[in-house]
C-alpha cells in the first residue's frame, strides 16, 4: 500500500467491531464499509480495472450465495475446456478459479493475454463500481439472499476467521452491529438496492438471482444464467445430462466433501477453505433469532426494501 493510500485511508470513518474483540477495523468509503485491504484493493480497483464487453462480473454482498455463484458460472463456461472428472473445481477453492477485483486486479489484467475466461467476482456496490464496467456495456450477475440468514452467516464467518467462540463473540452484538448498517461492504440493504435500480434502468445487461429461489429451482436458475452470460445449454447437453451434472458438481453436498475444501488454504490466503462451506441452509436463522430481533430487521427491511417488491424476509 503506498503511503498516500495508507494516509487517506486512515482520514475515513472507522468502526472497530466490539462484538469481535477489536480485531476488525473497518472503515467507510463511498458510503459502505469494509476492511483496511480490501478498500485499497477496490479503490486501485477503481482506478486500473479496465472492464471488456466480454466480461461477466459476478457480484454479492458477502455470505449471500457468492461461492456457489462463482462455482456455477465457473462449471457453465469451462464445460466444453473440462471434463467433468477434471474441472479445477475439484482440486481447487473456486475462489482461485474465479478472481476476485479487491485483491487481483492486476492478474484480472495479466490473465486477458493468454485467457479467455471472462468471469470477474466483486462485492462492491454497483455505484463504487469502475467506471469501465458501465462503459464496456459487459454483463452483471447479482446474487442475494433472506437477510436473516445473510446475518447469522456473516457472523459464524467473521467469528470463525477471528478463532472466537460463540460465547466469546455475542451473536447479540453482531446483530445489532448488522442492523446499524455496519457490516462488510453494507448496509446490505443499500448494497441490494444499488444493484437493483440499476436492472431497471438496464435490464439486458444485469442478471438478478436469488439465493432461494436457486436453490427451490436449480434447473431453470441454471439455465436461465447460462443463456444470459452467453453460454447457453443446447438441446442435446440437455438431454445428455450435462445441466444436472453442473448442479450436482456445484451442490454444497459435493464442494463442501472435496478435501480441497475441508483442510486447504488458498495460495497466499490465511482463511481456511472450509471457512466458505458452513451449511448453506435456509431458515438456519431461526436458531438464532428471538422473536424481537425478528420483529425489528424484518420492520427495518420493510422500511428499506418493502417498495423494491423484492422477498427478503
Known sequence: MSSSM??????????????????????KYQDFWTSKQL???????????????????????????????????????TR???DESATPLLTKLV????????????????????????????????????NSVAASNCKI??????IKDVIVSNYHFRREAMKLSMEDAPFEEAFEEFCQGISSYGPYWDHILGYWKASL????????????????????????LAEFIGHPFSVNEEKAGVVDNIIKLCSFENLSNLEVNKTGKPEGGSLENRLYYRKAEDGDWKNYFTDEMK???DKL????LGHTGLVLK
Open 6 to 27: 495508507e494516509e487517506v485511508v486512515e482520514t475515513l470513518p472507522q468502526h472497530t467491531c466490539s462484538w469481535l474483540k477489536g480485531k476488525i477495523t473497518m472503515h
Open 201 to 224: 434502468e438496464t435490464p439486458e445487461r444485469i442478471l438478478f438471482l436469488k439465493y432461494e429461489d436457486l436453490k427451490r429451482k436449480p434447473t431453470s436458475n441454471v439455465k436461465r
Open 39 to 77: 478498500l485499497v484493493g477496490g479503490i486501485l480497483a477503481q482506478q486500473s480495472f479496465k472492464a471488456e464487453p466480454s466480461d461477466v462480473l459476478l457480484c454479492s454482498a458477502p455470505k449471500t450465495g457468492t461461492t456457489w455463484l462463482k462455482s456455477l458460472a465457473f462449471a457453465i463456461v
Open 295 to 297: 420483529e425489528k430487521i
Open 80 to 82: 466444453e475446456k473440462y
Open 301 to 304: 427491511t420493510d422500511e428499506k
Open 95 to 130: 475462489h482461485e478459479c474465479v478472481p476476485f477485483l479487491e485483491r487481483q486486479v492486476e492478474e484480472i489484467e495479466g490473465n486477458r493475454k493468454n485467457s479467455s475466461l471472462p468471469l470477474v467476482a466483486t462485492h462492491l456496490p454497483y455505484a463504487s463500481l469502475p
Open 141 to 146: 450477475v447479482y446474487i442475494y439472499r433472506n
